[in-house]
């Protein structure tokens, strides 16, 4: 069962950068474990790591003022590549709580819903404004499904009504399956012959 | 009249089991779902945390591909894991299908292999079905005119538990592709260049048809390699519809249906053709005799560029930073960058065909002493049947390696790696930065230019390679 998220309030980090696929996010050699837990500290491994393994100062999850900022704004098509449920743990594992771009990747947003990391898709001119003020604290409203900053400026973003609902209220997707489970069952009886054959 | 429909529309309407709505995505019923050792212990862990159980574990079936070693038991009868957290994920799945009575293609099991290559073989890839796996190149599967998609862990326990999703409709987008292919142009150059035209964000929110006469001229070994990759230009899922190459396939496969019931099946499975008015979404036409064999040069799969061509001056910061992560310059020739590595393999071209490409690259020739060269089968069945033809002899007597199958460098998490700053020609999928090991650097081709490059130690033309060949 998530827990219920009603908004964010935070300042930002920002990837300016198109494309960044999930094996960024996560390498694949951190994949080899078999709970949810853990990952943040692996989260842009490549990147915040200099090639000798120490930490790079300069990248942004390690600047000190970025301590504790939830919202990261990146580069259009986030989250492109695998279908590896492990970078949207690897995401909130370092505290993430949304994602900003003006595209997202199918599967990687459907995994970040179920993790409550939100992903707010905003105009790339929009994305590009945001970008040049990191430090501003914005508020994501979940119900309103709008991003508000300081200056006043409010952008409204899409939110599917079944996503903002499960982020409000902590709806657990998996529970609403099971109760239509009656739905199930009476689709499976009535089942066209060609795929009725066994596997 | 009915209103015509797409393949796609036909394929979904079967499997709602409950409508969507504005409040709510549809509840689409799972006929078959794939499951391997990297995404799914967490799926099996929430089950158990729950006290639930898999509703059809006769709709589940699994395999071991990314995190197995492809070197053979060493003297002490272990397998060569790259880690013990390797080791304890194969052991995890092992337990969880013995627990659930889950059918396991298990290490030293003749079927096993990499899960988008076992399926189609054995025969339960069927068109008409739905199909998932916690891996985003489920859309393989689609070759055969089966609904199939990528999913992340928590959804694996979603079709454990449920055998349904929670999903809105996806567009749909046609790609039609019409003309023959040139010589040496393979379907793996041409769906580089098709996420060459349409960009890695192309299909972004659409499952993709692919029709027009080069599709259907296509084998079903073709057919998946465009399908696999319909995920590099984003889509949820890709389509071909099924025809008699498809049957001709599923005729020799011990899962699919057998005998009078194959010929119903066959008779259900003409029907899964997009009606002739169907609108999509969007519409796409590619001139297949356009496309030369492709390469990428950059850090994501849309980077295409033929092989006579130059690497493009960069359009934007990104792609600055592209080439210089490939250390390759804007305006030199793709031809004649030298190679590192060489890797054959992958759901993506590690098949029967594939194989038999390499060898008639390799036969007689040698891999360049500068590269190292990994022909790594896509699943027993196929390294089974490549070594009756007598391909691994080809491969090892032209110095490159010949492995046991599974996902090895395309993911890199089972110790086979491409090492930092090396240059691998690779038959797999993605080009990420580090994809192939922390630092490498991959481009992406065909079967027949990755064994040309082999044994040029450089980029290469196989045209070029073959027309030397054929004049001496
Ligand atoms: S071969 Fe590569 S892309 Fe295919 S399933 Fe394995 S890791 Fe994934």
Redesign the interface.
């Known amino acids: 069962m998530s827990t219920a998220i009603r908004s964010i309030r935070s300042a930002s980090m920002v990837l ?4 960044i ?1 999930t ?2 996010i996560i ?3 951190f ?6 837990t853990g990952l943040g500290k692996h989260a842009f491994a ?1 990147w915040r790591k200099k ?1 000798d393994g120490s930490e790079d100062p300069d990248f942004v999850f390690n600047l000190p003022e970025n301590v504790g900022r939830a919202i990261l704004i990146a ?3 986030f989250g ?7 970078a ?1 743990w690897a995401l909130t594992d370092a505290g993430l709580r949304a994602v900003i771009s003006s ?1 997202v ?3 990687f947003r ?2 970040a819903l ?2 409550g990391l939100v992903p707010v898709v905003l105009d790339e001119d929009v994305v590009q404004g945001l970008m040049q003020r990191p430090d501003d604290e914005l508020e994501i409203d979940i119900a309103a499904g709008e991003l508000r900053t300081p200056s006043g400026a409010v952008h409204v973003f899409p939110l ?3 996503a903002r ?1 499960c982020l409000l209220e902590g709806v657990d ?2 529970g ?3 109760a ?2 009656a ?2 069952t009476r ?2 009886s009535s089942r ?4 009725r ?3 | 009249m009915p209103t015509p429909k797409t393949l796609f529309d036909k394929l979904w309407d079967a499997h709602v089991v409950v409508p969507e709505t504005a409040e709510a995505p549809a509840v689409l019923y799972i006929d078959l779902h794939l499951v391997h050792e990297v995404t799914s212990p967490q799926a099996f862990t929430e089950l158990q945390a729950r006290g639930l159980k898999p509703r059809r574990p006769d709709r589940t079936k699994a395999t071991l591909d990314h995190s197995t070693p492809t070197l053979p038991a060493g003297a002490d009868g272990r397998l060569p894991y790259a880690s013990t957290q390797s080791e304890a994920q194969v052991e995890a799945l092992r337990r969880n299908c013995a627990e659930h009575g889950i059918e396991l293609f298990d290490l030293g099991d003749a079927r096993r292999g990499i899960v988008h290559v076992v399926a189609p073989e054995l025969g339960l890839t069927q068109p008409g079905l739905t199909i998932v796996c916690g891996d985003s190149h489920t859309s393989t599967h689609g070759a055969f005119g089966a609904l199939a998609f990528g999913i992340g862990s928590s959804e694996v326990g979603h079709v454990l538990a449920t055998q349904c999703l929670l999903q809105r409709k996806p567009k749909s987008l046609a790609i039609t592709i019409d003309g023959p292919l040139g010589p040496g142009v393979s379907a793996k150059d041409v769906v580089l260049h098709v996420i060459g035209q349409i960009g890695v964000n192309g299909g972004t929110g659409h499952v993709i048809e692919f029709r027009g006469s080069t599709v259907r001229a296509m084998s079903m070994e073709q057919r998946m390699t465009v399908c696999n990759m319909a995920i590099e230009a984003g889509a949820r899922a890709g389509l071909v519809a099924p025809d008699a190459t498809t049957f001709d396939w599923l005729a020799n496969t011990p899962r699919a249906p057998q005998d009078e019931a194959f010929d119903e099946a066959v008779g259900h499975w003409l029907e899964l053709a997009s009606d002739p008015d169907a609108v999509f979404d969007r519409e796409v036409h590619i001139d297949a005799r356009a496309i030369r064999p492709t390469l990428t040069w950059g850090t994501h799969p849309g980077t295409a560029i033929a092989v006579d061509q130059r690497v493009p001056a960069p359009t934007d910061s990104a792609e600055a930073k592209a080439q210089a992560y490939m250390g390759l310059a804007a305006g030199a020739p793709i031809a004649g960058t030298p190679v590192d590595v060489v890797f054959v393999g992958s759901c993506t071209n590690g098949r029967l065909s594939d194989l038999r490409d390499v060898a008639r690259v390799l036969d007689g020739r040698h891999v360049h002493p500068r590269v190292r060269m990994l022909v790594v089968p896509g699943s027993e069945q196929v390294k089974r049947e490549a070594e009756a033809e007598g391909i691994d002899a080809i491969v090892r007597a032209a110095g490159a390696e010949w492995r046991e199958p599974g996902c090895s460098m395309c993911i890199a998490m089972n110790g086979d790696l491409v090492a930092p700053g090396q240059l691998a020609v690779s038959t797999s999928n993605r080009n990420f930065e580090g994809r192939q090991g922390p630092g490498a650097r991959t481009l992406l081709a065909s079967a027949l230019t990755a064994a040309a490059c082999a044994v040029a130690g450089a980029v290469a033309d196989v045209r070029e390679l073959e027309a030397a060949t054929e004049a001496a």
Not at chain 1, 192 to 195: L, Q, R
């Open positions: 300016a950068q198109a494309n696929d094996d960024r390498p694949a050699r994949l080899s474990t078999t709970t949810r490549d090639s580069g259009r098509n492109c590549g695998s279908s590896r449920e492990h949207p595209q990747a199918d599967i459907a995994n179920k993790n599917d009504a079944f609902t997707e998996l609403y399956l099971l239509r489970d739905d199930i689709y499976e066209t012959p060609e795929f054959h066994g596997l």
